[in-house]
């Protein structure tokens, strides 16, 4: 049972343009989500987050907005760069899980940012 | 500050031999976990140590098992290698368990092939 689901394995998108990247979860006692790039060979690199109690964390270029209703959410990037070319993972935790903390991620979405 | 190390970087074993992976965290660092990346899967979570005990496991048999020592490095192992155990081994780390700021930081991970 895949409780976050990337259901893009791969987006492509024009230098300059936004990048949206989306990520649905079933798990209604996940609060707290995040986004995670990695390069080929390289482990992954955390981006931004956002807790459930907000619908919306901007930090620079990279924006994740959160909908609760819909368990849905998703990261903008505006504007795209070719270094933004890498894989995507969305991760998702209980933090209310106390110790029982762990991340549960989604299969990823490669994203090309073409020049 | 040091990022998170895994050693080796890249493995080659055979069928039904075991193996350990070594992974330092950040320094200051007391938590450690453990995930399996696989193109058909993505990121799986194996496990989670904290002050050297065990604190969350996730779904993989009792042939993947791991510890953690007193300075927070942490090692892996898989015994009785199977051919699907082929895989990227992410080590992260992060400053303490049960906090809501659950930021992780990854290493680059161990490339395991198993012939």
């Known amino acids: 049972d895949q409780q976050v689901k990337q259901n893009s394995p791969s987006l492509s998108v024009q230098e300059g343009r936004i990048s949206i990247l989306n990520c649905d979860y079933t798990n209604s006692m996940f609060d707290y989500f995040l986004w995670y790039k990695k390069y080929p060979a390289e482990g992954p690199t955390f981006l931004i987050s956002?807790?459930?109690?907000?619908d919306k964390n901007e930090d620079g270029r990279f924006t994740v907005f959160l909908n609760k209703s819909a368990k849905h959410l998703s990261l903008h990037i505006v504007p795209s760069q070719p270094g933004d070319s890498a894989v995507y993972f969305c991760a998702a935790s209980a933090a209310s899980g106390g110790s029982n903390y762990k991340l549960t991620f989604g299969k990823g979405t490669l994203l090309t940012v073409n020049p | 500050k040091a990022g998170v190390t895994q050693t080796p970087r890249y493995l080659i074993k055979t069928r039904g031999q075991q193996v350990t992976l070594s992974c330092s965290p950040i320094s200051g660092h007391r938590s450690v976990s453990w995930y399996q990346q696989t193109p058909g899967q993505g990121l799986q979570f194996l496990f989670e140590y904290f002050s050297e005990t065990q604190r969350n496991k996730g779904n993989f048999p009792g042939r993947f098992s791991g510890r953690q020592f007193s300075n927070s490095r942490s090692e892996m192992n898989v015994s009785t290698l199977e051919l699907g155990d082929s895989a990227l081994y992410l080590c992260?780390?992060?400053?303490?368990?049960?906090?809501?700021?659950?930021?992780?930081?990854f290493g680059p991970g161990t490339r395991l092939t198993v012939l």
């Open positions: 992260a780390s992060r400053l303490t368990a049960g906090l809501a700021y659950n930021e992780q930081f």
């Open positions: 956002i807790s459930s109690i907000k």
